[in-house]
């Protein structure tokens, strides 16, 4: 294949990630993007009924019963002659680890604010992690339509708190009942809501320019006064846009809109369209890597086991990162050695999925696997690489789980084991002793573990307090020392499902002691995943 159609199809994809509070409406905003997008023909909108009102992104049932996204889902569609990978993360924070992950494979990200609430903690936590990346974003104030705080309020809070260069792509008119729609100051046009389109996508209506007689026959006078007056406010005081400012992430474009009425959706899909970088060099050891590389290249930055509870599936999810891949394609998993000839890769729309025949850099594509390829795992066409990165965190809540039916304790393993491999917890052996522990970010993860145990492996188990308040990964380049911790704390010490050694500490007061008693180890919170691992036996 010819160098240019590389470029020309890496120059085509947009690979982004929607970030929000939890009730900011990520979901709805999804929904809508991918209407837009044709992807789906009617959204999963609050009014539908039954199956139609579920969103497409949340496919796993406790996600539908809960009305929450608690695993990140990737949607592949084509808008505006581009190609999108939308990865809608879990907005709720007990979940934060997988979208940390998520954020790895992105190349820009859209910020969900409530238009009545700001900036809230959730928000401001995976703002950080954009930030420590570099990942440029765009943000869109939603739920216009309801009572709103004012506009310049909100861009204020944005560049004070998250330090960011604020310039308004579009501009509200009104808000809550008297919401008319935005003016578009890019394209210096006025687009109106039309509240009587349901869940159909529709253009609105258009006039141009901010003194356009017309507006005055589309708004009552004093909106239209009061419209003039902020657009001139805004090109006075805010900074006009700039694409490389924004895509360094110095500076966020604002899109104003209302997610559930359909409003301001198509004007941000456009701003992505056109603003949003295509696919970025990764980092790996050694040295960065271009997209338009010829060799495939990639890593795994999720792991999702029974998307088709039916067949007991795992799919691992690969971001490309270089190369041309075509069905069919061997390609060298590094951690192991082994060569894997990839037939059956899928694209993705939630659940629903399609035989991948090609990808390009920047496309998420599922590989089927039986536990071979776990997160952070690198693929190439055979240049010994590794990409960087992708992190585990230390868990925040420890338990140990209890089965009902001690005789199934067999199965339990390889379900605790299959969800360590997907990263929806941290699961360790301890060396002393027949009761594992499982580790998690927040406590409702623990009871979606205990409903997919259930729902997914026909068992019931519970979770019950472990005793240990803090887990970490030991590390020494001091095989003596090390050996000296292992034989004095072996009572205290676990592996994970990589066979790295963990340190399970009952309170804060003995881990410090572990750390001054030991100074030759390195107690980490955050490790790279499927790196070397330092072991008991060791």
Known sequence: MPDNILETEVAKRRT????????AGKTTLTEKLLLFGGAIQMAGAVKARGEQRRARSDWMK???????????SVMNFDYADRTFNLVDTPGHEDFSEDTYRTLTAVD????VIDAAKGIEAQTRKLFEVCRLR?????TFVNKMDREARDPFELMDEVERDLQLEVTP???????GSDFRGCYDLIRDRLILMDRKAGDVATDGIECHGVDDPKIDELIPADQAAKLREDVAMVRELCPPFNLETYREGHQTPVFFGSAINNFGVRELLLGLAEYAPPPRPQKADGREVEPEEGKVTGFV?????????????RIAFFRLCSGHFKRGTKLKHMRSGKILAVNNAVLFLARDRELAEDAFPGDIIGIP???TLRIGDTLTEGEELRYTGVPSFAPELLQRVRLDDPMKVKHLRKALEHFAEEGASQVFKPIVGADWVVGVVGQLQFEVLAARIEAEYGMKARFETAGYDAARWVESDDPVALKNFIDSRRADLAEDHDGALVYLARNGWQLNRAQ????ELRFLKTREQNKSVTTAAA
């Open 369 to 371: 696997n039986h536990g």
């Open 16 to 23: 982004f990630a929607i970030i929000a509070h939890p009730d």
């Open 134 to 138: 570099d990942v440029p974003i765009i």
């Open 108 to 111: 820009s990200a859209v910020m």
């Open 169 to 175: 792509a579009s501009w509200p008119i009104g808000s």
């Open 516 to 519: 001054e008693d030991f100074p």
């Open 62 to 72: 406790v996600e539908r019963e809960r009305g929450i996204s608690v695993t990140a």
């Open 301 to 313: 930055f999720k792991v999702q086991a029974n998307m088709d509870p039916n067949h007991r599936d």
